[in-house]
T-cell receptor, first 114, second 112 residues
Framework: DGGITQSPKYLFRKEGQNVTLSCEQNLNHDAMYWYRQDPGQGLRLIYYSQIVNDFQKGDIAEGYSVSREKKESFPLTVTSAQKNPTAFYLC?????????????FGPGTRLTVL | GNSVTQMEGPVTLSEEAFLTINCTYTATGYPSLFWYVQYPGEGLQLLLKATKADDKGSNKGFEATYRKETTSFHLEKGSVQVSDSAVYFCAPSLVGYSTLTFGKGTMLLVSP
């Protein structure tokens, strides 16, 4: 079945450590996205990529980094510079063209920094 | 500027009650319109969509009509179930943006 996988579902880290969240898709989509969701809040865009080897900052990119070396993969690194990293992180993908398109979401990773 | 406004929650209903969740947007052009649903602890799933004026999207008993004249895309269901308890997001595809613009989400709580 085609879809998006995120791993792990739950992640715990000590303060000051960098951590990388995985996102893989087999939908053959060109665009991929990372969102952050805090309790009772909507989605905030961290980074997005519309093509391999290229990505753009979203609304809250500070303290995060990404890479897009393969079409299928878009890992997100939460660095120690991110002041409040504990949150639910969602990855999504879509086709590209004719304006923003329907996005398909992964199941999310809940990151807790202790 | 471009934006989307959803009614604030939580919306609390008894089973079999009628549901309306309002969504309005400001935009130029004719955006595509989406409703997503998020069950507790999960990612978002597309619930329904409409791509042009007067289109009605429908799925699982939920409906929403693309109203160009009022720039609205209100979500409705005639008889909610406990299993419909979730957070619902309105998301227009606004011209000039590279990604969907998500509303803040409306939590729906349905009691037996």
């Amino acid at each position: 079945d085609g879809g998006i996988t995120q791993s792990p579902k739950y992640l715990f880290r000590k303060e000051g450590q960098n951590v990388t969240l995985s996102c893989e898709q087999n939908l053959n989509h060109d665009a991929m996205y990372w969102y952050r969701q805090d309790p009772g809040q909507g989605l905030r865009l961290i980074y997005y990529s519309q093509i391999v080897n290229d990505f753009q900052k979203g609304d809250i990119a500070e303290g995060y980094s990404v890479s897009r070396e393969k079409k299928e993969s878009f890992p997100l690194t939460v660095t120690s510079a991110q002041k409040n990293p504990t949150a639910f992180y969602l990855c999504a993908s879509s086709i590209v063209g004719g304006g923003p398109r329907e996005q398909f979401f992964g199941p999310g990773t809940r990151l807790t920094v202790l | 500027g471009n934006s989307v406004t959803q009614m604030e929650g939580p919306v609390t209903l008894s089973e079999e009650a009628f549901l309306t969740i309002n969504c309005t947007y400001t935009a130029t052009g004719y955006p595509s319109l989406f409703w997503y649903v998020q069950y507790p602890g999960e990612g978002l799933q597309l619930l329904l969509k409409a791509t042009k004026a007067d289109d009605k999207g429908s799925n699982k008993g939920f409906e929403a009509t693309y109203r160009k004249e009022t720039t609205s895309f209100h979500l409705e269901k005639g008889s909610v179930q406990v299993s419909d308890s979730a957070v619902y997001f309105c998301a227009p595809s606004l011209v000039g943006y590279s990604t969907l613009t998500f509303g803040k989400g409306t939590m729906l709580l349905v009691s037996p």
